[in-house]
């Protein structure tokens, strides 16, 4: 039902506020929704990128008895070809997707490594015999949370880093 829930909500959001949204699949089995890639391989999903109008309000009767065009393409027509600078825009995002998930990826594999490190940690902390084994535990676990804190941090640069190199690259390429 949550899982539900999530999918609407990602649907109702506003076209300017859209972010590519990952669907991951946890280790046990359980599915997850991120905006960062779970690993190199993830795709993005594809989200529903146009809204529908809203419906006009209702028009006066016309005069003449014609009948009123619609508004909607026919079923048989093809869909408008996108705007050059749409074209372009394409390309841009495939290549921060491709360079996020290429970053995001290992990143997120070194801080499972961390996050593994640290549940083990917190087991012997659990059975610990005495105080001085306690902060020795509790000081390479600490060790580790800033581990991950600069693990977050460089991998955001990078990505941040990226972006913008797809983005002056493929502007650059607009005529």
Known sequence: MP???LLMLLFLLPAGASAQVYKCKGKSGETAYSE????????????RSE???????????METGEPEPSPLRESG??????APAELDRSAERACIATATASIYGPSNDRVATYQQQM???GEQLDNAP????TQALQ????NLRRAIGREHAYAHDQVN???RRCVEQHRAATP
Request: proline share 26%; net charge positive; glycine share 0%.
């Open 77 to 82: 027509s093809p869909p408008p070809a996108p």
């Open 3 to 5: 899982t539900q829930l």
């Open 36 to 47: 960062h890639p779970c690993d190199a391989n993830a795709q993005p999903m594809k989200l």
């Open 161 to 163: 880093a990226a972006r």
């Open 130 to 133: 005495d105080a001085k084994r």
């Open 119 to 121: 549940a083990m940690l």
């Open 51 to 61: 809204r529908l109008p809203a419906a006009p309000p209702p028009a006066p009767p």
């Open 139 to 142: 000081a390479r676990m600490d």
